[in-house]
């Protein structure tokens, strides 16, 4: 991206099944997708001011006094459900402390994660480190081979509530039966069962109205989706992970409706350092 620069980009994700029960210890298959971000870091270089997590994530980081001029390049929409907080943590641990061991990175995405989000699983971070698909436990993870490639994530709205907010909101009711179903799922994955995840999502008051809507929608064509992050009521849920075995026909309704989408491709590679 920019010559002399430590350049370094990071995969967004999408949870295929177990959010939220991945918290209580529940597995969860998650993927790395084609949507990167990517920072390009000069030291010494006298930095702009930084707000947000950015701003956190560089008091954690940088020793005082320490100055870095960023740039900051994501195709990742923040706030979606797509993991653009863990990438812009692990990518800038990765750009600014290259020389840490990768125990000692991770345990700083973790800091930088928690500040974002509360209490996390440590399933985000996983995903966008190591790529590829996982399932995910418990901090531990195995690559999973799934006949899936390609996902269409339906933008359902920017949620109000932070991640950290609605993992709050599930701790208030801690629903352990279906929690264990979500578990239950992620053991067994395939796309057939992404209606049945997408109901316990939504008993577990984690899906809003707009994202319903579109929901019920996909189901009345054939079609199946659900929230793939954490969620959200108030407002949108964030991307929606949609599947119909006639893409051609869901691509249709896609349209017809003007709902924006993308198109990703799952088990991209994970971190890694971009030649300049
Ligand atoms: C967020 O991508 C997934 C949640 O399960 C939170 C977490 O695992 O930390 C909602």
């Not at 084609?34 to 010494?44: E, F, H, N």
């Not at 270089?45 to 001029?69: M, N």
């Not at 500040?115 to 901090?139: A, N, T």
């Not at 896609?254 to 198109?263: A, E, M, N, S, V």
Request: hydrophobic share 40%; proline share 4%; charged share 25%.
């Amino acid at each position: 991206m920019e010559k002399g620069a430590v350049t370094v980009s990071a995969p967004g994700k999408v949870i295929l099944a177990g959010e939220h029960a991945v918290v209580y210890g529940y597995p969860a298959i998650a993927a790395a997708i084609d949507r990167r971000l990517i920072i390009a870091v000069r030291q010494g270089k006298k930095s702009k001011r930084y707000t947000g997590l950015v701003e956190f994530a560089l008091s954690q980081i940088l020793k005082p006094g320490e100055v870095v001029d960023l740039k900051i390049k994501s195709k990742l929409p923040i706030g979606s459900g797509l993991g653009s907080s863990a990438a812009l943590a692990t990518a800038l641990v990765w750009a600014l402390k290259p020389s840490l061991s990768v125990q000692a990175k991770n345990r700083l995405v973790k800091i930088i994660e928690d500040y974002q989000h509360g209490q996390s699983s440590g399933v985000d971070q996983v995903i966008v480190r190591q790529g590829g698909m996982l399932k995910f436990q418990r901090g531990k993870f195995k690559p999973v081979k799934l006949k899936v490639k390609q996902a269409i994530l339906i933008d359902s709205g920017r949620p109000k509530e932070t991640t950290g907010e609605m993992v709050k909101n599930v701790a208030e009711k801690k629903p352990v039966t279906i929690l264990k179903k979500i578990g239950q799922i992620a053991d067994n994955w395939s796309p057939g069962l992404i209606k049945e995840n997408e109901w316990l999502l939504e008993q577990l008051g984690v899906v809003g109205q707009k994202a319903q809507k579109i929901i019920r929608q996909i189901e009345v064509i054939g079609g199946m989706a659900k929230v793939c992050g954490a969620g959200g009521i108030k407002a949108g849920s964030g991307m929606l992970l949609a599947h119909h075995q006639d893409q051609g026909k869901l691509l249709k309704l896609i349209k017809q409706k003007h709902w924006r989408y993308l198109k990703v491709s799952l088990g991209e590679p994970g971190v890694r350092y971009e030649k300049n």
